[in-house]
């Protein structure tokens, strides 16, 4: 979506100016973001050795939102991209902004490319980082899950700050 079309968006009427300047620096971010989530996808194909392998890694590439709902995880704000898909707003004028997200597993810090999208998910990640809430984490990132909340005829996909289990050592006392 290129600036032309959220000023028409804005245009439209009922578009508050935080939600006018809000799409705006989503838009900015998404021009400007450095790509490690899509270079490490392509790195992935591009180590593939034969067929299987190419395949095996473009199907790996990223995990959808949705069918990673329920899953806690850590994300750092440094592992988060900002994506345009200009066609969402041109075919139906859905908020054309989605994440990936570059987001590490509880226990070993794997890390897993997820991409979600939908209006309250990119509003509460981009508001969550200008607050500051992400630099209250030590270097794992914030811990999160993504709960689906039924909305309409589907799902709306929210992430929620996820509480970390106390581990237990084996004398009993909590770590």
């Not at 006018?20 to 490690?36: P, W, Y």
């Not at 139906?92 to 570059?102: E, K, V, W």
């Amino acid at each position: 979506m290129a600036s032309t079309e959220i000023d028409e968006w804005v245009k439209t009427g009922g578009i508050p100016n935080n939600i006018a300047a809000f799409a705006r620096a989503v838009e900015l971010e998404s021009t400007m973001d450095n790509g490690a989530a899509v270079r490490d996808i392509m790195a992935q194909i591009l180590a593939a050795d034969d067929m299987e392998a190419v395949f095996a890694a473009a199907m790996a590439g990223t995990v959808s939102g949705k069918d990673f709902a329920d899953t806690p995880f850590f994300l750092r704000k440094d592992d988060i991209e900002w994506k345009m898909s200009a066609s969402a707003y041109r075919e139906n004028g859905q908020f054309p902004f989605y994440t990936l997200l570059r987001v590490g597993d509880l226990e070993t810090g794997e890390k897993t490319v997820v991409s979600c999208g939908g209006t309250t998910f990119v509003t509460t990640i981009w508001r969550l980082i200008q607050i500051g809430a992400f630099d209250k984490f030590d270097d794992r990132g914030m811990p999160l899950i993504i709960k689906a909340k039924p909305a309409g005829l589907g799902h709306v996909l929210i992430p929620q700050l996820y509480k970390l289990p106390k581990t237990v050592h084996a004398s009993g006392s909590s770590k």
